[in-house]
């Protein structure tokens, strides 16, 4: 009976025993602070799986604006990115933003997400759209809600929604206008500057900001001068003139085109295909110049500019572009 009473006692301690908090403590990791880039193909799957499914083929992207109906750089980026994410699929017919553009300003509407269904409607009548794409942005604080409405243009309602949420890094910061502060100072790097600075409003290209500074005519050849600054960590970027059939090239208000200029970026001059494989630091402007030859008079405008900009790390290009550039 005792040996009973000793084996019981024994299995009851080894019981506890076992059932004692463990020794080794567990690792609690803090979430991943998601960029913009990574969220933004996420936010397209989201629209292409409604589209789809509602056997929608032609589309329009309104820049998106926030609850005030603001539209910063940021609204602008989250649209530009769409239509090319959205058009590289192949899938998809979507209107050229300059047309939308004019349609919304003969309708005195503004490029913003708020649509009624009266507007959309009729902006489907006039372009020819199944759809359009609208959408707000919230400031979080230390995230930003990027909410997409899909409207069917043929009943002006919402039938589809999409959503990320993003940390706001120093690139969300910069296209939001806000000024990025480092050890209590304001930082004076280039990519620091008011979006408003320079000619035209700044264009950012996957974590590339291009800022137009001068243009002018000199001696037969038009100049453009730009700023170009890495916003992302360090990387590798190159600006081709002759690769791939694509040229940098500039069409002005009497509807001359003028290819294969001069490249500069900062101390790196242009190659065979142009400027080739330049490390950019992050946030530090460089100086891109380039010189268009044989204009054999002085144009008043410079309707269109294209620049082509390649990103190794990502094995794609990026036409980069700007309209209406006055010619000093």
């Not at 506890?16 to 991943?32: D, F, N, R, S």
């Not at 349609?103 to 009624?116: A, C, K, N, R, S």
């Not at 001068?225 to 791939?244: A, G, H, P």
């Amino acid at each position: 009976m005792r040996s009973i009473r000793l084996t019981i006692f024994i299995l009851i301690i080894f019981a506890l025993t076992a059932c004692g908090p463990a020794t080794k403590t567990a690792v609690i990791q803090e979430p991943e602070k998601i960029t913009l880039d990574s969220q933004m193909n996420t936010l397209t799957n989201q629209i292409i799986s409604s589209f789809n499914q509602s056997n929608v083929k032609k589309i329009a992207v309104i820049e998106f604006a926030d609850l005030e109906g603001n539209v910063t750089q940021l609204g602008r980026f989250i649209a530009e990115e769409l239509i090319t994410r959205i058009f590289t699929t192949g899938k998809f017919d979507v209107v050229e933003r300059n047309l939308l553009q004019k349609v919304l300003e003969e309708q005195q509407l503004g490029m913003t997400g708020y649509i009624d269904q009266e507007t959309a409607i009729s902006l489907g009548q006039i372009l020819g759209v199944d759809a359009i794409i609208t959408g707000s942005i919230t400031d979080l604080g230390n995230n930003v809600k990027i909410n997409a409405r899909l409207i069917s243009t043929e009943t002006g309602s919402v039938f589809a929604v999409a959503s990320i949420q993003v940390f706001k890094d120093s690139t969300i910061k910069l296209l939001l206008g806000e000024s990025i502060v480092t050890s209590g100072k304001t930082n004076s790097n280039s990519s620091q500057k008011p979006q408003q600075s320079g000619l035209k409003t700044p264009i950012v290209n996957h974590g590339i900001q291009f800022i137009l500074e001068e243009c002018f005519y000199t001696n037969g050849f038009v100049s453009v001068i730009l700023e170009v600054t890495n916003l992302d960590f360090d990387k590798q970027i190159s600006l081709y003139d002759r690769s791939k059939n694509a040229y940098a090239r500039i069409i002005d208000d009497k509807g001359r085109e003028f290819r294969s200029p001069q490249q500069f970026l900062g101390t790196h001059k242009q190659g065979w295909n142009g400027i080739e494989n330049v490390t950019m630091v992050q946030d530090v402007g460089t100086q891109y110049t380039l010189k268009f030859p044989n204009v054999k008079s002085k144009p008043t405008i410079v309707k269109r500019l294209d620049m082509l900009l390649y990103i190794p790390d990502l094995q794609n290009s990026f036409t980069i572009t700007f309209r209406d550039i006055p010619v000093e």
